[in-house]
Nanobody, 119 residues
């Protein structure tokens, strides 16, 4: 069973920065894509960013493009989400997720980490 554990959430002021980390028990070789999602109160979970195993191709939602950066450290089985210029609408629980090699859907999810942006 693959495990994902997020960390790094917290309270930050508008315009500030945070870096989220996701530790996975899955090796890079067994992973297709790693992604970040978020869910704000009363809203559906939404895609934030992803990074592929092959080529490290990154994808971002329009709402975070230019402010967030997703990276990975394959040697440590870690994925990061650097969040800059945070806005109140970025407040949400952030989840790390994984698409296994040979699959196309996110099948494993972390427990989430809270990010709160205050003005």
């Amino acid at each position: 069973q693959v495990q994902l554990v997020e960390s790094g959430g917290g309270l930050v002021q508008t315009g500030g920065s945070l870096r989220l980390s996701c530790a996975t028990s899955a090796s890079t070789a067994s992973t297709n894509v790693m992604g970040w999602f978020r869910q704000a109160p009363g809203k559906e979970r939404e895609f934030v960013a992803s990074i592929s195993r092959v080529g490290g191709i990154t994808t971002y939602s329009d709402s975070v493009k230019g402010r967030f950066t997703v990276t990975r450290d394959s040697t440590k089985n870690m994925v990061y989400l650097q969040m800059n210029d945070l806005k109140s609408e970025d407040t949400a629980v952030y989840y790390c997720a994984l698409v296994p090699l040979g699959h196309n859907l996110y099948e494993y999810w972390g427990q989430g980490t809270q990010v709160t942006v205050s003005s």
